[in-house]
């Protein structure tokens, strides 16, 4: 079985573009997560979605960043415009519900802002 | 509020010792589960194993044990005979109720070398 898909796998942009991460969970999992990890901050959850509805959204760090997930096996993560502080690796894991709900989580987008 | 806290920043071991990364929680919830991830130098984090908070019994899987102690809040992990294909970063996790959130630790980063 496929695992989580992100893409792409590096974006480079410069400040002030818009950049968008793409994210396919495992089929059959009904909830899907983004986090983002940094040095200075580590791994941190920024949204999560159950049945495509976002359940929590604490943790996205301004309104520059907006998630969506239109159906059951796609998600994106948009930051406009971004800043040099985005630069991270962001990324999505999913899970089952009635399985343990250990999250497989995807390789990741290791995003750079110049 | 949920805590998880891997003291240990960095461990360095020759090939073939024993080692045991500590991980110590806290959370008010009592239900809960916790998680030990491994992140290897490509950067993808790998589930290793899940642990639920009425579920006090020690795991073993090959070289690799989990020691889960309620009494202390802590969670700890042990490789056996460790090898240099054990290079990685390993973060402890928890999350409380069903599907939610993982607070990750800080991780800490084992070095096996020949």
């Known amino acids: 079985d496929a695992g989580v898909i992100q893409s792409p796998r590096h974006e480079v942009t410069e400040m002030g573009q818009e950049v968008t991460l793409r994210c396919k969970p495992i089929s059959g999992h009904d909830y899907l997560f983004w986090y983002r990890q940094t040095m200075m901050r580590g791994l941190e959850l920024l949204i999560y979605f159950n049945n495509n509805v976002p359940i929590d959204d604490s943790g996205m760090p301004e309104d520059r960043f907006s998630a969506k997930m239109p159906n059951a096996s796609f998600s994106t993560l948009k930051i406009q415009p971004s800043e040099p502080r985005d630069s991270a690796v962001y990324f999505c894991a999913s899970t089952a519900s009635g399985k343990g709900y250990e999250q497989y989580f995807g390789p990741g987008t290791r995003l750079t802002v110049t | 509020a949920q805590k998880v806290t891997q003291a240990q920043t960095e461990i360095s071991v020759v090939e073939k010792e024993d080692v045991t990364l500590d991980c110590v929680y806290e959370t008010r919830d009592t239900t809960y589960y916790l998680f030990w991830y491994k992140q290897p130098p490509s950067g993808e984090l790998v589930f290793l194993i899940r642990?639920?908070?009425?579920?006090?019994q020690n795991e073993i899987s090959g070289r690799y044990s989990w020691n889960f102690q309620k009494s202390t809040s802590s969670f700890n992990f042990t490789i056996t005979a460790s090898q240099v294909v054990d290079s990685a970063v390993y973060f402890c996790?928890?999350?409380?109720?069903?599907?939610?959130?993982?607070?990750f630790g800080t991780g800490t980063r084992l070095q096996v070398t020949l």
């Open positions: 642990r639920n908070s009425f579920d006090e």
């Open positions: 996790a928890l999350s409380t109720g069903t599907a939610s959130k993982l607070t």
